[in-house]
């Protein structure tokens, strides 16, 4: 499995930005699809997945501000992110989970919001 992720930039606090990941290769045994982030200093965090199930899970610290939504025919999976603030800013990631225990991950993108 392949994934491209691509839309970061640097933006100011309260704008929108839209991150897009294409995903390739065994589409078929992909279970879940999401987006993580890492900033500077800290660890890789959940931001938001699609689970198994197709249900939507969201970190509490961007509840209300991101929306992840996904194109099937098109292979990709995006993240809206209104009101950015500048703790939003990281290397956004799309990662793609295989059962039972395989995830790959896209090359990352760098979101930078500032104040």
């Known amino acids: 499995v392949q994934l491209q992720a691509s839309g970061g930039g640097l933006v100011q606090a309260g704008e929108s930005l839209r991150v897009s990941c294409e995903y390739s290769?065994?589409?078929?045994?992909?279970?879940?699809v999401g987006w993580y982030r890492q900033a500077p200093g800290k660890q890789r965090e959940l931001v938001a997945r699609?689970?198994?199930?197709?249900?939507?899970v969201y970190a509490d610290s961007v509840k209300g501000r991101f929306t992840i939504s996904r194109d099937l025919a098109k292979n990709t999976v995006y993240l809206r992110m209104n009101s950015l603030k500048p703790e939003d800013t990281a290397v956004y990631s799309c990662?793609?989970?295989?059962?039972?225990?395989?995830?790959?991950w896209g090359q990352g993108t760098q979101v930078t919001v500032s104040s």
């Open positions: 290769g065994s589409i078929s045994r992909i279970n879940a």
């Open positions: 699609f689970t198994g199930s197709g249900s939507t």
């Open positions: 990662s793609a989970e295989i059962p039972p225990l395989s995830r790959y």
